[in-house]
């Protein structure tokens, strides 16, 4: 009888034992799932917004693509095709057709015809060219402005209403940022092509060989947007869609390097044609080098700042002055200058017969020279 309620107490305390151990491992069953359950909505919480970020990234990439796209198609109904020969159906495919049509690029930077472009695009002032506008129609232009030094000129067709560009800021431009340069790489079969690339370098200077004489192109912009010859005189602009330079030279002996001369040099002489028609240009009669090309001159000047005079005209008004080749000009006026770029846009602002005062340096002494301005 004893034995019997031992074995029965024994079997009680057995099933309690189980019972706890049921109990137990149902709690921590529940608490582990309601951890892993935790975890799994975290991840999906943070995949999420992984997703999101990646979607609304991809968003943006688009909605820049399409502003570029609508920048970039607004800018080219501003670009012209322009030959020296009357388009009368030639193909660029001729042999060196290019060169026999002088086929090059122009933009428009007024309603009322004013074309910006390269001198030798659009041949010297007083000279005519030839220009096709986006509808495909041709009209004659005369060339109103140029300059060889720049390789710059401003043509005018007698039109009214036309698309034009916005002028941007050159002085800016940073290294590294965005462009495109738009023109007619071959020729009107290939016309408003557009290319992309970055601002490689600025302040470049360009040495150029011809006709048995070397001049300098200075204070270049360098790009690797793909620019050939008949690119010559078509807008380098930048996402925002201004034109931040007039695209001039390519290296031909070197891939991805390409030239513009900046916008700024010859803003001054496009806002006297749309203010006034005219633009009566100054003239201080001198070419001066950039100090950085001075050791190329002269090996033995040492110059911090300032520009080299490296020829003064015959009919030059500082003849009278005494200024001299080699003279190293600080200042005119109050504006100090490191650039022929800087001299030449402070110029424009003036008119034939204004006086400026040069600051020099000669012999390690300085001095300054009173100039009339004289008319170029």
């Not at 491992?25 to 975290?42: D, G, L, P, R, V």
């Not at 690029?105 to 472009?117: R, W």
Request: charged content about 20%.
């Amino acid at each position: 009888m004893v034995h019997y309620k031992k074995a029965g107490k024994q079997k009680l305390k057995n099933a309690g034992l189980i019972f706890v151990i049921v109990v137990l491992t149902s709690i921590t069953s529940i608490f582990c799932y309601k951890i892993y359950e935790s975890i799994q909505i975290n991840t999906y919480e943070t995949q999420g917004a992984e997703a999101q970020k990646t979607i609304k990234s991809v968003e943006v990439m688009k909605e820049q693509g399409t502003q570029i796209s609508d920048v970039i198609e607004k800018v080219t109904s501003s670009v012209v095709g322009i030959s020296k020969i009357k388009n009368t159906g030639n193909t660029i495919f001729l042999q060196d057709g290019t060169t026999q049509l002088g086929l090059g690029t122009g933009v428009i930077v007024s309603e009322n015809g004013y074309i910006l472009s390269n001198e030798h695009v659009t041949g010297a002032k007083y000279s005519n060219c030839y220009v096709t506008l986006e509808n495909g129609r041709n009209y004659n232009a005369s060339v109103v402005w140029s300059d060889s030094n720049l390789d710059l000129s401003i043509c005018k067709i007698s039109m009214k209403n036309l698309p034009y560009v916005t002028l941007g800021d050159s002085a800016n431009v940073k290294v590294g940022e965005a462009v495109y340069a738009i023109g007619n790489p071959i020729g009107y079969e290939f016309q408003r092509t557009v290319t992309a690339g970055i601002i490689s370098a600025l302040e470049r200077t360009v040495r150029i060989d011809e006709n048995e004489t070397s001049t300098y192109m200075e204070d270049l912009i360098q790009t690797d947007a793909t620019i050939n010859p008949g690119n010559s005189g078509g807008p380098l602009i930048n996402l925002d869609g201004n034109v931040i330079g007039i695209t001039s030279v390519k290296i031909t002996s070197a891939e991805g390097i390409g030239f513009a001369v900046p916008i700024n040099t010859v803003k001054p002489i496009i806002e006297a044609y749309l203010k006034e028609n005219q633009f009566e240009e100054a003239s201080l009669g001198i070419f001066a080098y950039d100090k950085n090309i001075i050791p190329y001159i002269d090996e033995n000047l040492e110059a911090t700042k300032g520009i080299y005079v490296g020829q003064i005209s015959l009919d030059s008004p500082t003849r009278q002055t005494g200024l001299k080749i080699g003279d190293i000009i600080t200042k005119i006026d109050d504006l100090e200058l490191n650039k022929m770029c800087d001299l030449r846009c402070y110029i424009y602002t003036k008119k034939p017969g204004d006086e400026v005062t040069l600051t020099i340096i000669r012999n390690n002494s300085e001095k300054q020279i009173k100039v009339t301005l004289g008319k170029k």
